[in-house]
């Protein structure tokens, strides 16, 4: 991996290795950050199509009983109880208990979760990495 990294950077810079280190440190920064983790873990689980239909179902109709939800799919209860789970685990959902049946809602933190990951992807460009080879695309003209 690091072979071809060097490579593809040889093709944009005069020495490739001159920026590895500084991107590397960012991405490792990244890695760090708190809304980082939170937003991998909010999208992955949104990542499946079936877990992103029942968040969308839950939108429109509000409380669903959990086989209200495996009604809509053609999954294995089971299978349906996973995704609800997972969702739940993200703080997507949120579970209710009534007697042997579980109600599932969209959390209440949802929208301020989604916010933090919109604000997080769309935050202001940092400085470039300015290197003694390569300049900015804006720059280059």
């Given at each position: 991996?690091?072979?071809?990294?060097?490579?593809?950077?040889?093709?944009?810079?005069?020495?490739?290795?001159?920026?590895?280190?500084?991107?590397?440190?960012?991405?490792?920064?990244?890695?760090?950050?708190?809304?980082?983790?939170?937003?991998?873990?909010?999208?992955?689980?949104?990542?499946?199509?079936?877990?992103?239909?029942m968040v969308k179902l839950?939108?429109?109709?509000?409380?669903?009983?959990?086989?209200?939800?495996?009604?809509?799919?053609?999954?294995?209860?089971?299978?349906?109880?996973?995704?609800?789970?997972?969702?739940?685990?993200?703080?997507?959902?949120?579970?209710?208990?009534?007697?042997?049946?579980?109600?599932?809602?969209?959390?209440?933190?949802?929208?301020?979760?989604?916010?933090?990951?919109?604000?997080?992807?769309?935050?202001?460009?940092?400085?470039?990495?300015?290197?003694?080879?390569?300049?900015?695309?804006?720059?280059?003209?």
């Amino acid at each position: 991996m690091k072979t071809q990294l060097l490579r593809r950077l040889a093709k944009l810079h005069a020495d490739p290795r001159c920026c590895v280190r500084d991107y590397r440190s960012a991405r490792e920064a990244l890695h760090r950050q708190e809304a980082f983790k939170e937003a991998v873990r909010v999208l992955a689980t949104l990542g499946d199509p079936h877990r992103l239909a029942m968040v969308k179902l839950l939108q429109q109709y509000g409380v669903m009983c959990a086989c209200d939800i495996e009604a809509a799919f053609d999954l294995a209860h089971s299978t349906v109880i996973h995704h609800l789970t997972l969702l739940t685990e993200a703080g997507i959902v949120e579970v209710s208990k009534a007697g042997k049946w579980s109600y599932y809602r969209l959390s209440s933190t949802l929208p301020a979760k989604l916010e933090t990951i919109r604000q997080f992807i769309g935050t202001g460009k940092e400085e470039p990495v300015r290197c003694c080879c390569c300049t900015p695309v804006q720059e280059r003209g």
